[in-house]
């Protein structure tokens, strides 16, 4: 059986009233909601041919049809076009990533916040993650006597600034000479590379300073595990039970659990990263508990470098077009946001 034009305009009627009403969609509604010019018997055969083709299912013998996870799939992979956010939308985002923020995981949590409330999904989102990130330049910065800011500067912008001791000699011109010492034998290392050099072949080198050199490394490691925790920051967890699909008790309740716990999350989050988009579908989750909710992905980037994810759980009556639209306009928003404040280089470029 051939899924010929008229068939496909059906089945886009359908799965266009349902993501609105999520109420099943009956032949006469078709006939009168769309510009078809099809009589109500003839849309029942085509939707006939839809259900026994697997593109529909009847809940109720005496209801109409609602679009099953093939349509939605078939829908996202060949139907759907972009979705224009209203220019009222498109303000809203932009002057949310207007405001000061001055800390990644106060940018992280607003934006959480943010993605729940203009698409009325769970959203979640992972702070970036730093592993890869590598070393750009450090700088040794004298503040009482014994005592100086080390300030790591990444590939993709500012990691953290901490304090550290410094031996009691040691004044201005040698902590720029340590600075170009440790820039030159750590630029273009990981993170955790640079640690295990610091620690291991310059402190052999300088064994006078090893004890100097291994609290630039904690300091580094503090930074390193705090970046790179496996933290995932929810906005609007609740958003769910607005739905009717989660009017059932225990499909709540297990999402809610799997919610609290996080560690999927990352998972899933952490795997995204490596794409720009990602759609999961009911069943394609591995997840059990999911397996009756969606989940749309995108990723973020400092200074062109991909670090993150964040996206939006919800029901596989999802309006999929539209919660791309967002998450594109957010990520470039974010993205932008998140290289001006870690950049410092990039900015000034701009």
């Known amino acids: 059986m051939e899924l010929d034009e008229r068939k496909l305009r059906i089945l886009r009627t359908i799965i266009d009233d349902y993501i609105l009403t999520a109420t099943p969609v009956g032949s006469r509604t078709i006939s009168k909601r769309s510009e078809l010019g099809l009589s109500s018997a003839t849309i029942r055969n085509e939707m006939s041919d839809l259900e026994e ?3 529909l299912e009847q809940p109720h013998t005496s209801a109409g049809r609602i679009p099953s996870q093939k349509a939605y799939r078939f829908y996202v992979d060949s139907m759907m076009k972009g979705s224009n956010l209203t220019e009222e939308e498109v303000k809203r985002i932009r002057s949310h990533f207007s405001r000061r923020l001055d800390e990644t995981e106060e940018v992280v949590a607003h934006t959480a916040r943010l993605l729940s409330d203009i698409t009325d999904y769970t959203a979640m989102i992972m702070a970036p993650e730093m592993q890869e990130i590598t ?7 004298p503040v009482t006597q014994g005592r100086a800011l080390a300030v790591i500067v990444t590939d993709a912008g500012l990691v953290r600034d901490a304090f550290i ?5 040691c004044d201005a011109s040698d902590l720029e000479r340590f600075s170009n010492m440790l820039t030159n034998r750590l630029k273009n290392k990981p993170l955790q590379a640079a640690v295990q050099t610091l620690v291991s072949e ?12 291994s609290s630039i490394a904690d300091a580094i490691v503090r930074d390193l595990s705090r970046e790179a925790s496996r933290g995932v920051i929810l906005g609007g967890a609740t958003n769910l039970l607005k739905h009717p699909e989660y009017n059932d008790i225990g499909k709540a309740s297990d999402m809610l659990a799997v919610l609290e716990t996080k560690e999927t999350l990352y998972r899933i989050l952490s795997r995204a990263a490596q794409m720009e988009f990602t759609i999961t579908i009911g069943s394609e989750n591995e997840v059990e508990q999911m397996q009756s909710s969606s989940i749309v992905t995108a990723t973020y980037k400092i200074a062109g470098k991909p670090v993150g994810s964040f996206g939006v759980i919800g029901p596989t009556r999802m309006d999929y077009s539209r919660v791309v639209s967002i998450l594109g306009c957010m990520g470039r928003s974010l993205s932008e946001v998140l290289t001006n404040m870690l950049d410092p280089e990039n900015k000034n470029n701009q």
Do not use: D, T
Not at 135 to 141: D, F, G, M, R, T
Not at 165 to 169: H, I, L, M
């Open 53 to 55: 083709m697997g593109f």
């Open 135 to 141: 070393v750009k330049h450090i700088q040794l910065v």
């Open 202 to 213: 310059v402190g052999n080198e300088l064994s006078e300073h090893r004890e100097f050199l």
């Open 165 to 169: 001791n410094v031996p009691p000699e």
